[in-house]
């Protein structure tokens, strides 16, 4: 266990795999967060989460709550191409709890996360970078990035919040549809997590927190700001040459998190937003101690994003 990051992909030895069959978003986070994966020196440790409750195609996980908030990660599975999530601050069963988000008036089956355009045992490629206290996962949905990244990019766990003492930084990933048949409806999940920065005040925002920053009941939204700060552009979807200049640097920040009222919350942890255009579905090291992470979603929204992989994410 650790605040440090850990990366896994479908390209290691022993990796489970992901497919739109009833089970398999389950089974992987079972791997990458409580048990790992693999043997001898390449086996794979896992996060450090732990599972609370469980029962067939379902998941409750918990990250760490002493260096976190503890809150619970629930995870229905028992559908082919999408799971269904949801967050607690405690639970009583597998089913049942206290502030439960996002609010069952708006998403009463929880969050859509997809994991294949095809209801079948057809393996996707996968990608996912994470500590003891929360994970990213890219899937590639439709099957035709060649990579890990033709797909939303899903979040759960702790943000870093500007507020000391802040118990309440569990957030989930936000999509904006209740249901997927596999077909057009991905280009209307690409609003999501790191994605995009939209507008936290609507329905479009990117990501719902289980608490505002004052501590009030009730989820609220949120959403990424880009370097530019610019509303409606994919994270890393700028058109900034690199270098700038001759010599020059590249140009990159933190994604800080605006919640409803355009309050400022925090910041996504261990993640950098840049406008410099790079080759879509590669990975690379340009800045030293970071891995840059393509992504892109539906046909042609496309972005891009720094991981620090090299120290703590607080």
Request: with cysteine; aromatic share 12%; hydrophobic share 40%.
């Amino acid at each position: 266990m650790s605040l440090y990051p850990t990366i896994f992909t479908s390209d290691d030895l022993g990796a489970p795999s992901m497919a739109g069959t009833a089970g398999a978003l389950v089974a992987l986070l079972d791997a990458i967060l409580v048990n790992g994966y693999g043997s001898g020196p390449t086996a794979r440790a896992p996060l450090g989460w732990t599972i609370e409750y469980t029962a067939s195609n379902k998941r409750v996980y918990r990250g760490n709550p002493t260096s976190g908030s503890g809150y619970y990660l629930w995870v229905d599975d028992t559908n082919g191409r999408y799971g269904l999530v949801r967050a607690f601050s405690s639970m009583s069963d597998i089913d049942n709890g206290t502030d439960m988000f996002p609010p069952p008036a708006t998403r009463p089956n929880g969050m859509l996360w997809a994991k294949s355009s095809l209801a079948s045992a057809t393996a996707r490629a996968w990608w996912a970078i994470g500590n003891e206290r929360c994970f990213y996962l890219f899937f590639d949905v439709a099957g035709l990035a060649g990579g890990h990244s033709e797909g939303p990019v899903f979040f759960a766990g702790d943000i870093i919040s500007n507020k000391s003492g802040d118990a309440h930084t569990f957030a989930l990933t936000h999509t904006t549809i209740t249901g997927y048949a596999g077909t057009g409806e991905l280009s209307n999940m690409w609003k999501t997590c790191i994605n995009i920065a939209s507008d936290p005040e609507t329905s479009n925002a990117a990501i719902y927190i289980a608490r505002s920053i004052a501590g009030s009941a009730g989820a609220v939204f949120a959403n990424t700001i880009t370097v530019a700060g610019v509303q409606s552009v994919p994270v890393g979807n700028g058109s900034m040459p690199y270098p700038i200049y001759a010599g020059g640097p590249m140009v990159y920040e933190r994604l800080s998190l605006s919640e409803a009222g355009r309050v400022p919350r925090g910041r996504m942890p261990g993640v950098f937003g840049h406008s410099h255009p790079r080759a879509s579905f590669t990975e690379l090291s340009p800045v030293a101690g970071m891995l840059t992470k393509n992504f892109r979603v539906g046909s042609s929204q496309q972005g891009q994003v720094f991981f620090e992989t090299d120290q703590e994410w607080v």
